[in-house]
């Protein structure tokens, strides 16, 4: 078939299309993600029953809040990398604001304790759980958004992949905050920050492949 | 902004809420911007006009299928030189060529020149159509080659109107798949 026999082809009764489609899709998809991760937390690990006490309650929300700024800043970016051209003029710097914010404030959190609690403010009791749990977690909500941003044509694979695992980490890790009993800053830098960090190399890693269309 | 960018905008726009001829339009004008990119780009690579054919078609399926992906709110020629390219880069890759050999080029280069010397390409679509499951078949034939109507197709194989245009939907995104496949060498 010649070229001018295919345009001829495609443009016949043309049907309109939905421009809505990939911000309802790719939105429906972080819903299912969210609540996915939470369902897969609730029901595998359990959620945490002392928050009632204040100290406790102002850990879990600063946690929620860690993971939901990262959700948001990240889902924004996702959503315009999703289509083809999505990746231009576009620098991620706002990306890396949550963890610098986390960072700075597990750094005055350190720098206001005796140098003997470091070690225990850094590796809380569960730091090994956190390090499994978020990134497995993360697989089902990484799937679900694989699925909706590959029907949006990425054409820069590698970064939109790394945002996929960044929303999908930071839902894992809003999902994790419901069970981890670990109050301190520096926990959560590192163990929450750096799991969300280790979803996003797999998702640039295996996205290439995932996301081609 | 150009004047082309203008111009092709608005029949995209046009083309998205359902105006054939607009449509039309686009895919002419983008064929020949397509031609002039890939004839350019394939040069350096040692391959030929029949291969830019090729992915002139590749890319005009592509910028049909996910014509949707357009946001109006962006310009038009970083979304078609982002397809363009993908397809390229997808294609060197296929022919086991690397990526790190495709110059980043700016997305203007896209309408930069025109060529509207069509060759023979490699594929023929019309048999790729024929390997495509039977409803796919039926309906991109019925619709898209032979000109009939979604309603004059959907009495013809005793389908519903939605099962036809599903079907020209999926089979046009499968028949990309059996494009990629076929241009490997």
New interface residues.
């Given amino acids: 078939?010649?070229?001018?026999e295919?345009?001829?082809?495609?443009?016949?009764?043309?049907?309109?299309?939905?421009?809505g489609?990939?911000r309802r899709t790719v939105g429906f998809a972080l819903a299912v993600a969210i609540v996915g991760a939470l369902c897969v937390a609730a029901l595998w690990l359990g959620v945490r029953t002392d928050f009632v006490t204040a100290h406790a309650a102002a850990f879990l929300i600063a946690k929620l809040a860690f993971a939901v700024t990262v959700i948001g800043v990240a889902s924004v970016y996702l959503m315009r990398l999703s289509?083809?051209?999505?990746?231009?003029g576009m620098p991620s710097f706002w990306a890396f604001v949550p963890f610098a914010a986390i960072i700075l404030l597990a750094a005055a959190s350190l720098g206001s304790a005796p140098s003997s609690h470091w070690n225990r403010m850094i590796l809380g009791d569960e730091w090994l759980e956190c390090l499994l749990s978020i990134p497995v977690i993360a697989i089902v909500p990484f799937a679900v958004l694989v699925w909706a941003v590959r029907k949006?044509?990425p054409?820069n694979l590698v970064r939109t992949g790394a945002f996929t695992g960044l929303v999908a980490g930071g839902t894992s890790a809003l999902a994790y905050a419901l069970h981890c009993t670990d109050d301190s800053l520096p926990f959560i830098a590192a163990w929450y920050g750096g799991t969300i960090l280790l979803c996003t190399i797999a998702g640039a890693v295996l996205a290439p492949r995932l996301l081609?269309w | 902004m150009t004047t082309s960018e203008r111009e092709l905008k608005a029949l995209m726009l046009a083309?998205?809420?359902?105006?054939?001829?607009a449509?039309?339009r686009l895919?002419?004008r983008l064929?020949q911007h397509l031609?002039a990119y890939y004839k350019r780009k394939l040069a350096s690579f040692g391959k030929g006009a029949m291969e830019a054919?090729d992915l002139?078609?590749e890319a005009?399926?592509?910028i049909?299928i996910?014509?949707?992906?357009?946001?109006?709110a962006?310009l038009l020629t970083?979304?078609v030189?982002?397809?363009a390219?993908?397809k390229l880069i997808?294609f060197l890759r296929r022919s086991r060529t690397s990526r790190a050999d495709v110059p980043i080029d700016e997305?203007d280069d896209i309408m930069a020149n025109d060529d509207h010397v069509?060759t023979?390409?490699s594929y023929?679509?019309?048999r790729l159509i024929e390997k495509l499951p039977r409803n796919m078949q039926y309906a991109i034939g019925a619709?898209?080659?032979e000109?009939l109507?979604?309603a004059e197709a959907a009495r013809r194989y005793q389908l519903s109107e939605p099962a036809i245009?599903v079907s020209i939907h999926r089979g046009?995104k499968a028949l990309a798949n059996l494009i990629a496949k076929e241009v490997k060498t």
């Fill in positions: 078939m010649k070229t001018d295919l345009v001829t082809a495609l443009s016949r009764h043309l049907e309109p299309v939905d421009r489609l990939i289509r083809p051209g999505g990746e231009l949006a044509a054409t081609r | 083309g998205q809420g359902g105006d054939a001829a449509h039309r895919l002419e064929s031609r054919e002139v078609q005009l399926l592509a049909h996910q014509r949707h992906s357009y946001d109006p962006e970083p979304w030189h982002a397809i390219r993908y997808d997305a069509a023979e390409n023929d679509i019309r619709v898209k080659l000109g109507s979604v245009k046009l």
